[in-house]
């Protein structure tokens, strides 16, 4: 860490701890409002943003120069109730300077998730910027760096393709039926299971205009707790597009349906080859698309050789799923090119930050005297010509300011640097006198 450096992170995430340390190290909003105001508090430190997901628990932290926020951050931490040394083991780590930042970026840009460019995150960290900003405003660097990390996140999204193609297996569950019919909003689907992969294949049905959705689990009152929070989180103009039926309406459910997914967590078939022959009698023909997501299976595979119906299973996913892993795969690079652009503005705005307060001061030194001088002539010109000279000295202004900060950024060292802003402080402060 260079005496210079004024932004770091510490994180545990997944690629260096397992799930049980990423557990202990979590922390909860009202530990991540303490965290904010423990830090802001320290000398030295500026401000900290913690940001909690299930796969990273990561500080960011602001500093003044050559301070160590360690120690700072481990007795805060202490404060809170965690941990702490969880956070300076060997399963997590520490960056500081454009280390640190580069890092964000790449959280940001979905680069450094699980799964490869997934957008969650993005979400995830507009979360806990929100709430810094709500409880303890961030210092100058963090808030630049959030945003830069917002931009650089959406850059990544929308000129590459990292996050196309489903690399979940309930998003490809969907997909794959998104390929079987032209039109899902002309289908009727049922979900089998109401857990949590069903419920996220659920959601990924409604995201994509699914005309109408059944849910069947054992648990009636599951089915219908899981049917309520889809239909409320539903389009408004297609309410009840949802509905839950009981356990032994399964074979009237196949009857009914286009696409059937199921994930429950039985250990034996549920939808056998009779159930299935029966709805197919019923059917008149018209073809049946099964997904079987669950482990083990739950659908018997001689359903398969039932006519106008057709199975898929974990296999055939996972296929794809690694076919869109591949593909996203080769947008690395790219987007690793747009975050290094964005690093690179980001410098920038980091290399004249030093210059901004005294800048500041003396354009507001310049333009105290622009308003007496305009106030002086507007006494005794018309308003016209007072309006003039206002515009004449604000291009003065601007070309003085613009002649000073290029003369001061192009000094040879920080000490050159440093002479140049303090002889300029000196001139107008004296001028002021």
């Not at 690629?15 to 802001?40: C, F, G, K, N």
């Not at 808030?143 to 979940?168: D, Y």
């Not at 659908?299 to 076919?323: T, W, Y």
């Not at 410098?347 to 308003?371: H, I, N």
Request: hydrophobic share 40%; aromatic share 6%.
């Amino acid at each position: 860490m260079s005496n210079k450096d004024t932004l770091h992170v510490f994180s545990v995430n997944h690629q260096h701890a397992p799930t049980d340390i990423r557990e202990q190290a979590h922390l909860d909003d009202d530990q991540s409002v303490a965290l904010m105001d423990l830090m802001a508090s320290s000398p030295g430190c500026i401000s900290c943003i913690p940001v909690s997901t299930c796969n990273r628990t990561e500080i960011y932290v602001e500093t003044v120069p050559g301070i160590d926020p360690a120690p700072l951050l481990n007795k805060a931490l202490q404060s809170t109730g965690s941990p702490a040394g969880i956070f300076f083991g060997p399963n997590a780590r520490g960056l500081s300077g454009l280390e640190s930042i580069g890092h964000l970026f790449r959280v940001s840009s979905g680069l450094e998730s699980m799964m490869l460019g997934e957008p969650q995150i993005s979400t995830q960290l507009k979360d806990a910027y929100r709430r810094a900003r709500q409880y303890r405003e961030p210092g100058p660097g963090l808030l630049r760096a959030f945003q830069g990390s917002f931009r650089a996140g959406k850059r990544v999204r929308t000129e590459t393709r990292i996050n196309r193609g489903a690399v979940s297996v309930a998003f490809a569950a969907v997909e794959l039926a998104r390929k079987f019919f032209a039109r899902l909003d002309l289908q009727r689907a049922v979900l089998v299971g109401a857990g949590e992969t069903g419920s996220l294949a659920a959601k990924h049905f409604l995201q994509h205009d699914i005309g109408h959705l059944t849910v069947i689990n054992r648990s009636a009152e599951k089915a219908e707790q899981l049917t309520a929070t889809l239909n409320g989180g539903s389009d408004s103009n297609q309410p009840n597009r949802v509905e839950a039926r009981p356990w032994d309406e399964l074979l009237e459910a196949l009857v009914d349906a286009d696409v059937l997914l199921s994930t429950t967590g039985a250990t034996q078939p549920v939808i056998t080859p009779a159930m299935v022959q029966k709805a197919a009698d019923r059917r008149q023909g018209k073809p049946l698309f099964l997904l079987d997501i669950a482990v083990p299976r739950d659908i018997h595979p001689d359903v398969a050789k039932i006519s106008n119906v057709f199975l898929f299973g974990l296999e055939d996913l996972q296929e794809i799923i690694q076919m869109n892993l591949s593909a996203r795969q080769k947008q690395v690079p790219h987007a690793h090119k747009i975050i290094d652009e964005e690093l690179a503005e980001f410098q920038k705005w980091l290399d004249d930050v030093d210059l901004r307060p005294t800048v500041a001061e003396f354009k507001s030194y310049l333009e105290g005297l622009k308003d007496k001088q305009v106030g002086f002539v507007r006494k005794k010109q018309s308003e016209e010509v007072a309006s003039a000279v206002d515009r004449s000295l604000q291009q003065f202004i601007k070309k003085v300011l613009g002649r000073s900060v290029s003369s001061l950024k192009k000094a040879e060292s920080p000490q050159e640097r440093e002479q140049e802003l303090e002889l300029l402080r000196k001139l107008f402060s004296e001028a002021e006198q």
